[in-house]
């Protein structure tokens, strides 16, 4: 890799950073410590699992209506998995642990996410998979649609990495 290609990569990253650390908060409004150390975990385990992604396919399947039949849409699902499962609301048999996910909520003190998941909780917490991928396509799908909110958050984040993503040469 060229040294200036290097420093591109390498701004670029820093860039995406700087501006995924402010749309966080943001998002967080008043954040207390807490939830700035729960957005924190969330964080690791998203760059862990989505470092591979294809950010345009993942945010075209989130913005759009799509035909869950298509196969590039399952390395989405599969991302979104790995997360689940890094953060226990999927065991190791591919079953969701909806216990897991209340828990989070109710360490959520900011009180418009903590509704929004509360609401997605009460919702979705029966969702059934066939496997991970799919259990955690199943529960997107359901968190969407319940809650159009997180929804814009979600796709304002993706919004935000594919523009921030370096463009293949």
């Keep these: 890799m060229k040294p ?8 670029l990253d820093s860039r995406f950073l700087i501006n995924f650390y402010f749309y966080l908060l943001q998002a967080a409004d008043d954040a207390d410590t807490a939830d700035k150390e ?15 992604a294809d950010w345009g396919t993942c945010g075209e399947m989130i913005t759009t209506k799509y035909d869950i ?18 953060l226990g609301l999927i065991n190791s048999n591919g079953q969701p642990e909806p216990a897991k996910f209340l828990e989070y909520v109710k360490r959520i003190n900011n009180s418009v996410i903590k509704g929004q998941l509360q609401h997605i909780y009460d919702k979705c917490q029966n969702v059934k998979g066939a496997e991970k991928c799919d259990l955690a396509e199943q529960f997107a799908i359901c968190a969407f649609k319940e809650s159009p909110e997180m929804k814009e958050r979600v796709t304002k984040l993706i919004e935000m990495l594919v523009k921030m993503k370096p463009k293949s040469k």
């Excluded at 200036?4 to 701004?11: A, V």
């Excluded at 957005?39 to 470092?51: G, N, P, R």
């Excluded at 039949?69 to 890094?86: F, L, N, S, V």
Aim: aromatic share 12%.
């Design 38 to 52: 729960l957005m924190s975990k969330l964080i690791t385990v998203a760059f862990k699992c989505f470092k591979d």
């Design 4 to 11: 200036s290609h290097c420093f591109h990569k390498i701004f």
């Design 69 to 86: 039949t298509q196969a590039k849409y399952k390395q989405c699902t599969c991302h979104m998995a790995c997360a689940g499962e890094d």
